[in-house]
């Protein structure tokens, strides 16, 4: 049994294949966590904890004169504001005019099978016939009728625990919330370090791995999406862990919204982590009978280094988060039109780029930003999602019938949660924009936020898409979402309850996803913010897949996919060959080089087809056509980084491997080039030992490419790149 409680030692263990999670009800009724770690026994591991007076801890008044028992070192369920413990805490709370404290004790439990889910939330879910088990277990406050109950959801198979916190108040007066994480997690030892992703606008997922010292590491986003500047997944490991090697637990946050992961060095080493919604900003009132809903933390934990992790991640987030029938489908290979065309187009030139679509065999011409209201620069027209008919020369469904015609499939730029000043919508309803009253608003992009903390705005938007979509055969949309939210102020909300308008904002998010998923379940959705800004587990719960950066340098992204990489699956990143010299940087790299770049996820061109060499035309329907012939293996393989592109300067490397061993790829980028080379050498990872692959001609074993490796060839320009494609042998030739 996954989850089992011994009732006499009063312990709850959680077994997943290689990890064991344990907890501890204590003689005052605290629950004490006692180990998350390597997969063992389910021995009583409070022994771990070692009593002691240590000066300066408080003492809860239960224990009296016993000055070795202190909430302020004890490890911690779920720690809270009052009871003692300076750490950093889980929740902090307060009853209105009575107590701005709690002290959680023990109240009970629940095992089911199953997993639980949480309402208008993103949640980990069971696959068909999958053994998932939950935990409930329920604290009450010492005094008061506050209640909060700690979920767990156990994925034996997949090595994933998941957790969220319900907090529910039974009195008679509000319970004002101003910090509620939806988990705490205490490591005696051997966390020494924090891997986390941070970034900018067209350079998100930097890979930043730092040594914990004394005092609490934060990375977190307060601009109301999860962010470019930082993103809600993190992993703590050891000082030695590698790639290959090691103890290290990931951290994934399922949540769009602002962010916070917090990790403490406390004064006897040990480290605290929590994550959830960020609390500035942030303040919930519960009145009576009402609960708050913590967004999902999903854990896992392995001793077998950071690659092992990202492939349990990687898995599992494929299975039992993104819900889109998408997920196991051939994904559309498409040409979008933003860097071919930006705003200055015309449906005659977009007709141009899918003709040239249809001969190198694509599948979707997709329309970018400009199509709509008055919009021909970004300073106008959002929120007015009727068809510029005069821009286009025809109706939007004239335009589709015609690409559709030419064998491709249509696809549509949308950015629902915004609005133009100079636009119908704000015209008409300048409250529904969400600004500090009597101020002038801050904008980004020169656009303001839709409320959609309010109801009639989420109606609104769910009618504007039922509206787009009514229009013309749409098989695919792109949802962007383009500025960090500022000035969040709700008119239509009271004063005293404006902290809860981020939270309601993103609760009203889902719900428009959730909407448009139920009602057009086969529709492609492809999720953007400026690029990769909302790049988070909470969104691929709606969407299979999301615009990675706006930078689409094949060099950089060398860097954006590899930090992309530890917390999501490659199927989710969209990437897209563009022109040369590149539009971010300048740079200029070989077009097979973008090709290679561009297949480690979602494929597709973003450039003027119509502008290619006929040179570039036949390597553009090569690449197609490879991709066609192997996407399973990028859709589905497991994923290996080989090297990494922030510590090895010549070439970055990775592969695909297909769970049965059956099939794997090897790509690399080179990134520099020397006079009088050495030569470079490669171990592949995660074949079959003892079979048999064929490269290049020749027969290794797996056991060969993995611990020989094998000799790459020379790089012939600056960026080159080669890639390969082998395959199990029934037997050896000879
Ligand atoms: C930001 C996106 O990331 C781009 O791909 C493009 O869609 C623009 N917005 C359009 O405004």
Redo the contacts with the bound molecule.
Sequence with gaps: MAILFDSKAKTFTLQTKKSTYQMKIDEQGVLLHTYFGAGTDESDYSYLIVPDDHGFCAQPSEHGGNRNYSLDFYPQEYSVHGNGDFRIKALRAGLEGRVPALDLRYGGYEISDGKYALPGLPAFFAGKEEKVHTLRIVLKDLYEEVYVTLFYGVFEEKDIITRAAVIQNRNNVPLRLKRAMSMSLDFPEGMDAFICFHGKHAGERQFDRRTLHSGVTAIGSNRGTSSHQQNPFAILCGKDTTEEFGSCCGLSLLYSGSFQIQAEVDQFEGVRVTCGIHDEEFEWILNKDEEFVTPEAVLSYTDQGLGDLTRTMQRAMSENLIRSPWKNKKRPVLV?N??AT?FDFTGKKLLQIAQQAARIGLDMLVL???WFGKRDD?NSGLGDWYVNEEKLGCTLRELVEQVNEMGLQFGI?I?PEMVSENSDLYREHPDWAMTIPGRDPVRGRNQLTLDLSRREVIEYMKASIDQLLGMANIAYI?W?M?RSVDNVFSSAAPYLSQGAVRHKYILGLYEVMEYILSRYPDLLIEG????GGRYDAGMLYYVPQI?C??NTDAIERLRIHYGTSFGYPMSTVAAHVSVCPNHQNGRVTPFQTRGICAMQGAFGY?LDLDKLSEEEIRQAKEQVEFYNMHYELFQNGDYYRLSSPFEHHDFTAWSYVMPDGSKASLSVVYTDLHGNPKPQRIKWRGLIPDAVYELDGQEYTGAALMRGGCILPKPRENYDSWMAVIERKAKRNK
Excluded: L, V
């Design positions: 979008n933003w860097e930006y970018d930003d400009g970004d730029w950015e792109k962007d383009n953007c913010s400026g690029g615009w950066s706006d973003e």
